[in-house]
């Protein structure tokens, strides 16, 4: 254990400054010993004893340097406890200030790659072959990819000035209906599959998609926004229509001749 402390010396402050003979009183400095008080008053008649046995070898200042010292000591004492306090508060910032550093670059480094995520989605999003549609809670629409501006006849620029509500996309009479699912869709946070909808384009024709809902459920469980992927299935529905009615004509027509015959 380190020991702090403070050697104080007086012995060379010596000098008797005053004597006030009929006040019996004197001002010397702290290093003046008894004897040398008591022999600058002896032609008066006059001697300075406290202690006779003290006057060779104590000094007048020799109890106020022991104080002094003292205080002293316990002054030096509490600052270097301040400096070693000081030191250690120093130790713990530049430590949290590496800890803090470090989680700084993992963060910028996470940054970076949801930023890379996020492009590299964006991107797959603009060169997919089906309609994407990027909607908020409120059923907006914010982004639409390139196949959707083809496939409904609304260009992106204007989507994205304008946020119109996908109740565009939906003919009038199944407004109602649409909102209730979309109700249903924000509580549940389920995403919805092969949904198959008559959607009217801009300029009026009426095309019917499957569509693929996702709502985007962030760590807290709150809908941060809806991804919707549609595919147009019109010429395949027709062309079931179409292989439906072949079939039942052709079924009709071989059991005819076998009705005659029975």
Known sequence: KTVIGVLLSLAKFRRILEIDYPARTARVQPGVRNLAISEAVADHGLYYAPDPSSQLACSIGGLANVGIAYRLNQVFHSGYRLRHAYGRLTEDYTTLNKRLERQLVELGEARRQVEASGRKLALFAERAPIAVLELDNEG????????????????????AEKNPSVKILIRPEFHAEFEQRWRELM??????????VRNPRRDGLELVCEWNVTPLVNA?????????????ITRQMEADKLKKEFTSTLSHELRTPLTSII
């Open 140 to 159: 907006r629409i914010l982004r639409i990819n390139h196949a959707a501006e083809n496939l409904f006849g609304w260009p992106s620029n204007e989507v």
């Open 187 to 196: 509580t549940s946070r389920a995403p919805l599959a092969h949904l198959r």
């Open 220 to 232: 807290e469980g709150e809908v941060v926004g809806v991804i919707a992927q549609g595919q147009d």
